[in-house]
């Protein structure tokens, strides 16, 4: 069973930037799909911001993520990243990675992931 955890949230000022990491255990399959979801205050349903395998460099951008997020692996450490820019306050939320065996044309509902982190929140102040 794969295991996530996510750490590097934290409270930052508009315009700032934070690089958000997810360790996985447990022995994630080779080419597993990753993705980094967002969860904002009061709302009960996680977005999906980006995903990519972890055999490849090839990326998936939610259209309205682009830009800003990045969506990055190190195999070595087991380690998948997000790194965000230009914060704004509407990024304010719970991040979450979240990993399945394929990513598809379909990455971006939630409901198809096997494997979950606890979160890390973000909160950004203007």
């Known amino acids: 069973q794969v295991h996530l955890m996510e750490f590097g949230g934290g409270s930052v000022q508009t315009g700032g930037s934070l690089r958000l990491s997810c360790v996985g255990s447990g022995y994630p399959p080779e080419n597993y799909c990753m993705a980094w979801f967002r969860q904002a205050p009061g709302k009960e349903e996680r977005e999906g911001i980006a995903?990519?395998?972890?055999?490849?460099?090839?990326?998936y951008y939610a259209d309205d993520m682009k830009g800003r997020f990045t969506i990055s692996v190190d195999n070595s450490k087991r380690t998948l990243y997000l790194q965000i820019d230009n914060l704004k306050p509407e990024d304010t939320g719970k991040y979450y990675c979240?990993?399945?065996?394929?990513?598809?044309?379909?990455?971006?509902?939630?409901?198809?992931?096997?494997?979950w982190g606890q979160g890390t929140q973000v909160t950004v102040s203007s």
């Open positions: 979240a990993g399945r065996l394929k990513c598809g044309g379909s990455w971006r509902p939630p409901t198809q992931y096997e494997a």
């Open positions: 995903a990519m395998y972890t055999g490849s460099t090839s990326t």
